[in-house]
Nanobody, 121 residues
């Protein structure tokens, strides 16, 4: 089995910093794209940014300007960083990864459990 475990969420201050981590574990052969999504109450889940294995990034409009994504392939971990939180950033943040697992015939999408980020003013 493959799991994605997220950490770093919580109650935070507007204008402050956030660093989310997501570590993949299990019988992993290869991880392709990893990315971060978020879902605010009453809203659809939206892409923030994704990153390929070689570091190529794809920022959605919601992620441009304030968010930075990075990954550590040796640790099977992806990060999301911002230094300018806004109350509008309040949402559940989800990690996503496209992974080839041992015993699988192809790549599959995996999702983390989600971590709550609440930004107060």
């Amino acid at each position: 089995q493959v799991q994605l475990v997220e950490s770093g969420g919580g109650l935070l201050q507007a204008g402050g910093s956030l660093r989310l981590s997501c570590a993949a574990s299990g019988s992993i052969i290869r991880i392709n794209v990893m990315g971060w999504y978020r879902q605010a109450p009453g809203k659809q889940r939206e892409l923030i940014v994704a990153i390929s294995r070689d570091g190529t990034t794809n920022y959605a409009d919601s992620g441009k300007g304030r968010f930075t994504i990075s990954r550590d392939n040796a640790k099977n971990t992806v990060y999301l960083q911002t230094n300018s939180l806004k109350p509008e950033d309040t949402a559940v943040y989800y990690c996503n990864a496209v992974i080839l697992a041992h015993g699988s015939r192809g790549y599959q999408d995996y999702w983390g459990q989600g971590t709550q980020v609440t930004v107060s003013s």
